[in-house]
């Protein structure tokens, strides 16, 4: 990425060491390391949020292909993305549809029916 080598280092400690003195150049490291790690992780989410707008505007324009062409006719990458969508929406109507299947069966007993509630001696 940057052109330095071992030489233009060791002049950027030097001067790091004289400015910041030997307490505070690591902890300045450490920030210097923070905040590209932090750029590092931005970018990342931006280009993977890119990655999935282009894949949306794929589908649509496969999806206006299909809608101009007949739908039993259809190539198997225009089929895939049509199936893809297809899909898609039917997760939008019912998110929580995954959920309900795995819910307990109806003959499990409950944990109240194990363990039902003791008398009060004392009162």
């Not at 233009?8 to 923070?34: D, F, H, Y």
């Not at 039993?72 to 995954?98: I, K």
Request: net charge negative; glycine share 4%.
């Amino acid at each position: 990425m940057f052109d330095i080598g071992f030489w233009e280092l060791v002049v950027i400690v030097v001067v790091g060491m004289l400015v910041l003195g030997p307490e505070r150049l690591p902890s300045a490291l450490r920030s210097v390391q923070r905040g590209i790690a932090k750029v590092k992780q931005y970018s990342q989410r931006v280009q993977d949020e890119l990655d999935h707008e282009l894949r949306i505007k794929e589908l649509h324009e496969h999806l206006k292909k299909a809608e101009q062409g007949s739908l039993d006719d259809l190539s198997p990458e225009l089929q895939r993305s049509l199936t893809e969508l297809q899909d898609a929406a039917a997760q939008v109507q019912r998110p929580y549809a995954n959920t309900e299947n795995s819910a307990k069966p109806a003959d499990t007993p409950s944990a109240s029916a194990e363990n039902p509630p003791k008398k009060d001696d004392n009162a």
